[in-house]
């Protein structure tokens, strides 16, 4: 990957910022926080997965689609270097 170019897990970082409306609370949000407690739903994980999909790509298989693949930006990170193998 270009140096110029941002990271996976910086990428999913923006998109959760984005979804999550944590704009003030982006720059402490840590690989493993727990997303579904900063107020993650089932509306907006289905949300984040299809930006997620489109940003990167790819169509993450389906047994990466449940609650524990969107813990964290850790986790997503993982499903999204997995499928892009």
Same mark, same amino acid.
């Given at each position: 990957? /270009?140096?110029?170019? /941002? #990271?996976?897990?910086?990428?999913?970082?923006?998109?959760?910022?984005?979804? &999550?409306?944590?704009?003030?609370?982006?720059?402490? &949000?840590? /690989?493993?926080?727990? &997303?579904? #407690? &900063?107020?993650?739903?089932?509306?907006?994980?289905?949300?984040?997965?299809? #930006? %997620?999909?489109?940003?990167?790509? %790819?169509?993450? /298989?389906?047994?990466?689609?449940?609650?524990?693949?969107?813990?964290? %930006?850790?986790? %997503? #990170?993982?499903?999204?270097?997995?499928?892009?193998?």
């Amino acid at each position: 990957m /270009p140096a110029d170019q /941002p #990271s996976v897990a910086d990428t999913v970082r923006s998109l959760v910022t984005q979804r &999550l409306n944590l704009n003030g609370y982006s720059q402490d &949000l840590r /690989p493993d926080d727990n &997303l579904w #407690s &900063l107020g993650m739903t089932s509306l907006t994980c289905l949300g984040l997965m299809l #930006s %997620i999909e489109d940003t990167f790509e %790819i169509e993450l /298989p389906e047994e990466a689609l449940k609650e524990s693949t969107f813990r964290s %930006i850790n986790t %997503i #990170s993982a499903a999204v270097e997995s499928s892009r193998k």
